[in-house]
């Protein structure tokens, strides 16, 4: 049984324009929201992060944005660059954090010039 | 900082073999994890540690073994190596699970 469920599985954006990444989750223990980026042939890095008690968070152009009642959690990218092309994955993690975290299946992001 | 390092970078077993590999990290995190990913698939988690002597199963533990002896090591054993272990693995160690987890750089393995 999946529990984070991320789409698209592939999306291309033209330079300049937003990319939307979904993600949805069902286990209503899950508070900690995170999302991970990452290029090929090296391991994911924290990109930005959520708990369920902000209905948005904004770093650069980077933007959670968290809808609790419908279990939904999505990553926007503003002016998208080239050197945004790579793998997103959003992830999730349940109350007192011990129980590691739970990923979607990754969206593979290729921004063209 | 070397944050966490993992070794070997690739390694190519027979079927049946057993191997460690190996996950270390220089900043002081009680809780480390490991995970493997493979194509269209994420990363699913095998173990993870919330200190030293305590370990637990994460979603996908069979066939791997885990110890927890210092706060810095949290190695990753296969037990008898199948084809269907052929991934790449990644350590992460974080302050807490709900705190940015640090990743090494993977292992690639394949076996044959």
């Known amino acids: 049984q999946q529990q984070v469920k991320q789409s698209p599985q592939s999306l291309i954006v033209q330079k300049g324009g937003i990319s939307i990444i979904n993600c949805a989750y069902e286990n209503t223990a899950f508070d900690y929201f995170p999302w991970y980026q990452q290029f090929p042939g090296k391991g994911p890095a924290l990109l930005i992060a959520?708990?369920?008690?902000?209905s948005e968070k904004k770093e650069g152009r980077f933007t959670i944005s968290f809808n609790k009642s419908a279990k939904q959690f999505s990553l926007h990218i503003m002016d998208s660059q080239p050197g945004d092309s790579a793998t997103y994955f959003c992830?999730?993690?349940?109350?007192?954090?011990?129980?590691?975290?739970?990923f979607g299946k990754g969206t593979h992001l290729i921004i063209q010039p | 900082n070397a944050g966490v390092t993992q070794t070997p970078k690739f390694q190519v077993l027979k079927t049946g073999q057993s191997m460690t590999l190996q996950c270390a990290q220089d900043?002081?995190?009680?809780?480390m994890s490991w995970y493997r990913q493979d194509p269209g698939m994420g990363l699913r988690l095998i173990h993870y540690s919330v200190g030293a002597g305590i370990t637990d199963q994460g979603e996908v533990p069979n066939g791997y073994n885990v110890s927890r002896s210092t706060t810095e090591d949290f190695p990753l054993r296969l037990l008898s190596a199948a084809p269907s272990q052929t991934s790449v693995y990644f350590c992460?160690?974080?302050?807490?699970?709900?705190?940015?987890?640090?990743f090494g750089q993977g292992t690639r393995l394949t076996v044959v």
């Open positions: 900043m002081n995190h009680e809780y």
């Open positions: 992830a999730a993690s349940p109350g007192g954090g011990a129980d590691g975290l739970t």
């Open positions: 959520i708990r369920p008690d902000v």
């Open positions: 992460a160690s974080s302050w807490t699970g709900h705190t940015e987890a640090f």
